[in-house]
């Protein structure tokens, strides 16, 4: 993985888009890092959580505008189908996804954001989908996500406009969950990451499958995915030792994954 530092710490793994020369934009051979990288972390049965970053002063500033320039509409489209597969795998980890969004979040980048679960942002941070300033549309998920987070309008507002808006202003619309000065944002990020590490990983992963599915379907159907994941979550020991301690008032809580 030349393009995907990979780090581990307890039980999060830390992801770092590291291409800084090219403020970490989005080639074929990064999104191939970035898949054997959510493999590799899938895999893993003492990672819990992940937080995905950028190296130097971007998250991702888009894809990888040389690259794309001789496509055609072929190879767009293939191109389109490799990122956008990457990302829906980033999506349905069962684990969840912090972005530590350091720096630009632009085209690709904000769609890479918007793939993970949670998104917190630098001051430094800056937003957008400028796309159709380009001549094409977003290709990673942008009309899909942004609308499902923002609405519709501003969705429209920002993909038809191509603004790049800043991090209060993606606060604001609720794009990202919190903003902090750029020298907390990992501390901020790894400790959110631990907090959710300290719950059941099956709770967890359920709770967060439910969310997603529900997302895309109606309440009926999303009601009956909780309450399967109820079902599931009831009959693990982990259930059995987070009401123990609740009931014993104690405070440690031993969670096994089981």
């Known amino acids: 993985m030349s393009?995907?530092?990979f780090e581990q710490q307890g039980a999060v793994a830390i992801l770092t888009i590291n291409r800084p020369e090219a403020l970490n934009a989005l080639n074929s051979q990064v999104?191939?890092?970035?898949?054997?990288?959510?493999?590799?972390?899938?895999?893993?049965?003492?990672?819990?959580a992940?937080?995905?970053?950028?190296?130097?002063r971007s998250f991702v500033a888009g894809a990888d505008i040389g690259e794309m320039k001789g496509f055609s509409a072929v190879d767009g489209k293939k191109f389109g189908v490799h990122g956008g597969g990457v990302f829906l795998r980033l999506e349905n980890l069962s684990k969840p996804v912090i972005a530590a969004v350091n720096g630009f979040a632009l085209g690709g980048g904000c769609e890479l954001?918007?793939?993970?679960?949670?998104?917190?942002?630098?001051e430094k941070?800056?937003?957008?989908?400028?796309?159709?300033g380009l001549g094409i549309t977003p290709g990673f998920g942008g009309t899909q996500r942004l609308p499902r987070i923002v609405g519709i309008s501003k969705a429209m507002e920002l993909i038809l406009t191509a603004k790049v808006i800043n991090a209060a202003e993606a606060e604001r619309i609720g794009l990202v969950s919190a903003v902090y000065p750029p020298e907390e944002l990992?501390?901020?990020?790894?400790?959110?990451?631990n907090a959710i590490c300290a719950n059941a990983p099956i709770a967890v992963a359920e709770s967060k499958r439910c969310i997603r599915m529900g997302m895309q379907t109606d309440i009926?159907?999303?009601?009956?995915?909780?309450?399967e994941a109820f079902g599931v979550t009831c009959g693990t020991e982990d259930k059995?030792?987070?009401?123990g301690a609740f009931l014993e008032k104690r405070a440690e809580k031993h969670f096994q994954n089981k």
């Open 3 to 5: 393009f995907v530092n």
């Open 31 to 48: 999104l191939s890092d970035l898949d054997e990288a959510i493999t590799k972390v899938e895999a893993s049965d003492d990672i819990h």
């Open 50 to 56: 992940v937080v995905l970053t950028g190296a130097g």
């Open 113 to 122: 954001s918007m793939a993970c679960d949670i998104r917190i942002a630098s």
């Open 125 to 132: 941070a800056k937003f957008g989908q400028p796309e159709v």
């Open 186 to 193: 990992m501390g901020k990020a790894m400790e959110l990451a």
């Open 220 to 227: 009926a159907t999303g009601s009956a995915f909780e309450a």
């Open 240 to 243: 059995n030792e987070g009401m």
